[in-house]
């Protein structure tokens, strides 16, 4: 009986390593536990601040093909292009025109690019690209309310949480509004698609509405929570549980570990240069 109770289980967890690995050779990494996904998230932002642009650039390109393996790769290009390629650019041409330098390179007018301000123009923005695209990564494979309900298990109060949450989520959540307040306009009669001075007069009268709403949504949430003994002291059932398998910690540990090396490794690179 106990042999057959072993080889169950045996075949039980065979299955279950097979039914994860079809996951993650369907969907990739989004599949992963979202601590995880977040350990490679630092993982590359630390690897894009700790070296040169092109590490940096190689880093930001195993990001696109991350991305690309999640089912993100469109998404994810479209809004790193208008986001993050945009600020990166406006960024190095400032710092390239601005700071002040000896060796002119390249001079016209008033403005002029010397070597000191291209050095430190490229290492700014190759940072800011890196650590930018980090993040913009972590949106598009971060499940928000998974990864607070797996920080909380791991020891965060549900506070904490709570206001992390609310955090990412209120930039979405008063577009969603504004939306629907511009709809209401629209279904009135109110013209607000059409010159910048017509969208000015029909955007203002709406902030009102807007944070009226979003206060009153508040208070709202405030009191949803208290019915359900949110601050109760005590331990709270969930509804749904995050899995966190074997595979998943071991990752977690690479991952710590070559963030470790990297950080120990540029330490030592820069005592002994």
């Known amino acids: 009986m106990v042999r057959y109770s072993l080889r169950q289980e045996k075949q039980r967890q065979q299955r279950k390593r097979q039914i ?24 590359l932002a630390v690897i894009s601040a700790v070296f040169d642009y092109k590490v940096t650039l190689i880093t930001v390109t195993a990001m696109i093909l991350i ?3 999640a089912g993100e790769g469109k998404e994810f290009i479209s809004l790193w292009l208008k986001s993050i390629f945009l600020i990166c650019l406006i960024c190095f041409i400032l710092q390239s025109l601005f ?70 989520n209120i930039i979405p959540q008063m577009s969603k509004r504004m939306g629907a307040i511009l709809e209401a306009q629209r279904s009135r ?48 059932t969930k509804l749904k549980e995050v899995q966190d398998t074997q595979e998943d910690k071991i990752i977690r540990c690479l991952l710590a570990a070559a963030v470790i090396l990297v950080i120990g490794g540029k330490i030592v690179w ?3 240069r």
């Open 99 to 168: 700071i002040p330098g000896e060796q002119v390179i390249w001079k016209i007018w008033i403005f002029s690019v010397k070597a000191e301000s291209l050095q430190r123009a490229v290492a700014l923005s190759s940072r800011i690209l890196g650590i930018g695209s980090a993040i913009l990564l972590g949106g598009k494979l971060l499940n928000a309310k998974e990864l607070m309900t797996v920080l909380e298990e791991k020891g965060l109060p549900s506070s904490a949480t709570y206001v992390l949450l609310s955090t990412i």
């Open 67 to 69: 991305a690309a393996a």
């Open 189 to 236: 009669g109110i013209e607000t698609d059409s010159n910048v001075w017509v969208r000015a007069k029909a955007f203002f009268p709406s902030v009102g509405p807007l944070l009226l709403n979003s206060l009153v949504n508040a208070e709202e949430r405030a009191i949803t929570l208290e019915a359900r003994a949110f601050s109760a002291p005590c331990k709270k």
């Open 270 to 272: 820069i005592v002994l």
């Open 20 to 43: 994860y690995v079809g996951r993650i050779n369907m969907k990739g990494v989004k599949n992963l536990n979202p601590l995880t996904i977040l350990y490679l998230i630092i993982m």
